[in-house]
């Protein structure tokens, strides 16, 4: 295992409240202060995720999303929170700006 359990490469599936569905890759370095976020089923929409909170006790990190090329189906300035379930699945929970305080989409990945 890493260092640090967010490290690696997940992936799973999001949903969103519309009643859609994507592909979810999630790159964490947390050493290199390195977060990537790719959506590759929504013409391969990517961006950087900026660490805001870190809750070490409750295995919760709080991030502001940067969408890098978007592609009308993404939002920027959205804010995730991931929470660790155990070794090799967390949870993804997405608020959209500009309240943040409604999850409007939400997944469980997989560390790959």
Known sequence: MPANWIDG???GIGYQQEGLAW???????EGQNEFLIEYPSLNGSSGIWKLLN?????GRYTFDESILNQDGNTFDNG????T???????????FR?????????WSTLKRQ
Do not use: G, L, Q
């Open 9 to 11: 490469v997940w992936r």
């Open 54 to 58: 870190k809750e070490p006790a409750a």
């Open 97 to 105: 700006a500009p309240s943040h305080e409604i999850v409007t989409s």
């Open 84 to 94: 660790k379930v155990n070794d090799n699945y967390m949870s993804f929970s997405y």
């Open 23 to 29: 592909t979810i890759k999630f790159t964490a370095n």
């Open 79 to 82: 804010r995730v929170i991931i």
